[in-house]
Nanobody
Framework: QVQLVELGGGSVQAGGSLRVSCAAF???????????MGWFRQAPGKEREGVAAIQTIGGLTYYADSVKGRFTISQDLAKNALYLVMNGLKPEDTAMYYC????????????????????WGQGTQVTVSS
């Protein structure tokens, strides 16, 4: 079993920057079983959408078109941590941001689909004002 805890978030004006972090907790075996991690967001009345993802081995990254060039996902395997740096924030980026971890994706599954993931954090709010 893996527990994920998000930190960071908050309120910022449009054009500003924020960083959210995610810490993974669990047994060594559980942590080492994670093959990919991602950030998702969900605004009120909308479906949860994938923002960015990273493969834990190799570090290959994936981004939603809406955040490419503005957001950067990274990991620190020694600290079991995941980060998302958000620059050039827009009001439409306002949402609850969730950290997720996955074990083994189905063939052809997208790393930006919520159903691909096994574990979820409780979320942290990001609010961007115009």
């Amino acid at each position: 079993q893996v527990q994920l805890v998000e930190l960071g978030g908050g309120s910022v004006q449009a054009g500003g920057s924020l960083r959210v972090s995610c810490a993974a907790f669990g047994s060594t075996t559980s942590i080492y079983s994670i093959r990919y991690m991602g950030w998702f967001r969900q605004a009120p009345g909308k479906e949860r959408e994938g923002v960015a993802a990273i493969q834990t081995i190799g570090g290959l990254t994936y981004y939603a078109d809406s955040v490419k060039g503005r957001f950067t996902i990274s990991q620190d395997l020694a600290k079991n941590a995941l980060y998302l740096v958000m620059n050039g924030l827009k009001p439409e980026d306002t949402a609850m941001y969730y950290c997720a971890a996955g074990l083994s994706p189905r063939i052809g599954a997208s790393y930006l689909y919520p159903s691909t993931y096994n574990y979820w954090g409780q979320g942290t709010q990001v609010t961007v004002s115009s």
